[in-house]
């Protein structure tokens, strides 16, 4: 597939089914694109089609199977897009920190494929608003899927939740408490967390 260079090409685009529930549109909204005229598109679109398609396959599909309809905040970033973000300071990282990332058609110095999305969990907002109950959800995600970062937000709790071929295993949070909850080589990071999330969904 062609970079869509045209409404028709965009709206085909759109229709890219990346999995059970999820399809590329989904995906495309940027409030920053919106706000300031940008074009959010990818260069490559199969690369970004293969990476959403892992993203959503193994990440996104069993968290909403378990814990109901998501709530997608971001996703695609076009390298535009990002880099406008970035240089105006609107919560973009550098586009060679954001590649494999929210730049779903880029691929990371390693050469690495990934692909981001931030998300928000209407289950867990309406069952766990106590301060830090953020954690139990972290901590489920940890022994059930194969994420490669996830990093947590104040407002409705929301994480970016990242795909990646190396996955780095790495949680953080700005929500508190803040920081670094577990990644490889602290003591926590090893073995069942499963009572930390006592009553969760099977």
């Not at 199977?65 to 550098?94: D, I």
């Not at 109950?133 to 104040?154: E, G, N, R």
């Not at 071929?165 to 990071?189: C, D, F, Q």
């Amino acid at each position: 597939m062609r970079k869509p260079s045209s409404m028709r090409g965009l709206e085909d685009l759109g229709r890219v089914r990346l999995s059970k529930n999820f399809f590329f549109r989904d995906f495309l909204f940027s409030e920053i694109a919106a706000v300031h005229g940008i074009a959010n598109v990818p260069d490559d679109p199969e690369l970004a089609i293969e990476a959403g398609r892992r993203l959503c396959e193994e990440l996104l599909e069993p968290l909403q199977a378990t814990f109901g309809r998501l709530h997608l905040r971001s996703g695609y970033r076009s390298a535009a897009v990002n880099e406008f973000g970035n240089r105006n300071n609107l919560n973009c990282s550098t586009n060679a920190a954001s590649a494999a990332n929210h730049i779903w058609d880029m691929r990371d110095a390693d050469g690495c494929m990934g692909a981001t999305a931030c998300i928000a969990i209407p289950w867990l907002i309406d069952n766990h608003d106590r301060e830090g109950d953020w954690q139990k959800m972290a901590w489920w995600i940890y022994d059930h899927l194969p994420y490669a970062s996830l990093c947590f937000f104040p407002k409705l709790w929301a994480s970016n939740i990242q795909w990646h071929e190396r996955p780095e295993r790495r949680i953080m949070s700005y929500a508190k408490p803040r920081g670094v909850l577990t990644k490889p080589g602290m003591a926590n990071h090893e073995g069942d967390h499963s009572n930390l999330y006592a009553g969760f969904p099977r």
